[in-house]
């Protein structure tokens, strides 16, 4: 064990506090910058991210014509101006269903009552994304579509970054 020596005018008490100083200091920054990062990411679960209609590997392997891009493109804006409305009615469901869950007694109706409304959102944003499938599908010639199977089930329409389906949460 190493001592200062006392001309130093420091004990080793008062050296101990100067530290224990500095790591709080430390401790609280390395909280901060956690809060801040964890305050602007985005969770991860089932929405819309790569995966809506031909995925981009796809699309050099399916041999597209020009117009077929295209064609995919309107596709695809059409389907996200058709569902952005429903996807942020989905949003502030979802937080209003949180207010619900955080109050100190929820009501039993309240909550089964927007659960029905996330359910109806959801079931009508599934609607639409079948529907936008298949017209992508529609596009594409029988070889395209045979080349599609190649890339597994479901190849296009999978999990991306997006907001999560949560349980109230």
């Keep these: 064990m190493i001592y200062l020596k006392p001309s130093s005018g420091l004990n080793r ?7 224990m100083k500095k790591l709080t200091i430390l401790a609280v920054a390395i909280f901060c910058l956690f809060s801040a990062t964890l305050a602007f990411a985005e969770p991860w679960g089932r929405g819309m991210g790569p995966g809506f209609g031909i995925p981009p590997f796809a699309t050099s392997n399916l041999g597209l014509t020009p117009e077929q891009s295209q064609r995919l493109q309107a596709l695809l ?6 569902i952005t409305p429903l996807h942020n009615q989905l949003m502030s469901k979802e937080a209003e269903m949180r207010l619900l869950w955080s109050d100190a007694n929820p009501g039993q109706e309240k909550i089964i009552a927007k659960q029905k409304e996330i359910n109806e959102l959801h079931r009508q944003i599934q609607e639409k994304a079948s529907q936008h499938q ?13 080349k599609m199977t190649a890339f597994g089930p479901g190849a296009g329409w999978g999990r991306g970054p997006g907001r999560k389906m949560r349980a109230g949460w």
């Design 77 to 82: 804006e059409a389907y996200l101006k058709e």
């Design 13 to 19: 008490w008062s050296m101990g506090k100067c530290n």
């Design 134 to 146: 298949l017209e992508c599908l529609s596009v594409l010639t029988p070889e395209q579509r045979a």
